[in-house]
């Protein structure tokens, strides 16, 4: 029993031992970890900037050159009831009074204006009559020269747009609500775009909210800056911002999109007439564009001659005249005012704004396929 006794303590004693022994082992330093491989540094191309990804590209319209003919079609009514109606009167045999006063009130129809009317009737009734004039190829190539002639082949349709040495050209544009002066405004800077142009757009229509984030749309769909200020502030503001912001951009072109006047509101047009002003603290206005709904006929020549009366109204833009027998207009506008039609829209599209062409627009209204 005693010695059962002693090999357990025995044990016991060789397992302390054995504890403290190991207890007492120096501890070895462990090796380094290995250092993690190198990331092969990444180049310019391989990261994805958002901002080259976010950007939509902007809209690139054609050049507006031969733009009245591509867009002829669009006159359909008109080219009915002067065209073909014309030609079918001046077909009949016998081209008496009464055959005269209907071509004369088919002319009126289309708001040609009394005065003008009367005069162009006189020499085509001239012309047939002294130069015996019978065959369709004939007639009709003397009722294109003479509406040339009345549409004004001769007045100057340019825009002025091109920049001065020290600042862009400025375009005032100028009109009552509902002509789609802002839309119009809107177009004319794809039209300078389109051209060559760098434009500024000013949001001086203070007093209709939706007005500056239209204009601002469409001036970001060609890279156009767009001025605005708050709701209800001063126009005359934005506009003389917009000209600083123009020289600052060294931009060739600053547009100016005006409030819809009431041209009956007397103080309105004098707010009008501070706007130019204003504007012109910078340098002279070049171009100041009376925008008319040609659907409104011989009302809009009233509207013309009272805004020419608060501004130097320097050219007459055209709206609305697809699908109208309108076509007139343009005449009557020219000839009261003594002020070009240089921009004609003919459609909803963002580029059916086209530069007014007398003889483009004289071939458009008699149609191609019009036959005696």
């Known amino acids: 029993m005693e010695l059962l006794v002693v090999v357990g303590i025995v044990v016991v004693l060789a397992a302390l031992v054995m504890v403290g022994f ?88 289309s708001d040609m204006g009394v005065a003008a009317t009367q005069e162009l009737v006189e020499r085509l009734k001239q012309r047939v009559r002294i130069e015996g004039l019978t065959s369709p ?15 004004g082949r001769d007045l100057d349709r340019t825009l002025r747009t091109l920049p001065h040495a020290d600042r862009p050209a400025v375009v005032l544009v100028v009109g009552v609500n509902g002509t789609g002066k802002t839309t119009t405004c809107g177009k004319l ?15 001086a229509d203070t007093f209709r909210a939706a007005a500056a984030d239209q204009l601002e749309t469409w001036g970001s769909r060609v890279g156009a800056h767009t001025v605005r200020g708050p709701e209800g502030g001063d126009p005359a503001a934005v506009a003389f911002d917009a000209v600083a912001k123009g020289k600052e951009l060294k931009a060739d072109t600053v547009l100016v999109d005006t409030a819809g006047r009431l041209h009956t509101k007397t103080g309105l047009m004098d707010e009008l007439g501070k706007v130019k002003r204003v504007v012109e ?42 699908g109208t027998a309108k076509g007139g207009i343009v005449v009557a506008v020219q000839r009261e005012l003594g002020i070009p039609v240089k921009l004609v829209g003919l459609g909803e599209g963002p580029d059916d704004l086209a530069p007014f062409e007398a003889e483009a627009f004289a071939d458009a209204l008699l149609g191609d396929d019009a036959a005696l």
Do not use: C
């Open 189 to 203: 800077a794809r039209v300078l775009v389109a051209d060559g142009r760098s434009v500024v757009l000013g949001a």
């Open 281 to 322: 603290k910078h340098g002279p206005i070049d171009e100041t564009l009376l925008v008319l709904d040609a659907t409104t006929g011989q009302n809009g020549v009233v509207q013309a001659r009272v805004f020419t009366e608060a501004v130097q109204v320097t050219g007459v833009v055209l709206t609305k005249l697809d």
């Open 22 to 109: 190991v207890t007492r082992r120096p501890t070895r330093a462990l090796p380094p970890a290995p250092a993690p491989a190198a990331e092969p540094p990444r180049m310019v191309a391989d990261v994805e900037s958002p901002l080259l990804t976010d950007t939509p590209a902007l809209d690139v319209p054609e050049p507006t050159a031969g733009r009245l003919i591509r867009l002829r079609g669009r006159l359909g009514r008109s080219q009915t009831t002067l065209g073909r109606g014309l030609f079918a009167l001046l077909s009949r045999d016998k081209l008496d009074d009464e055959t005269w006063e209907q071509v004369e009130d088919t002319l009126l129809t």
């Open 137 to 151: 190829a004939e007639l009709r190539a003397i009722l294109r020269e003479e509406l040339v002639t009345t549409l």
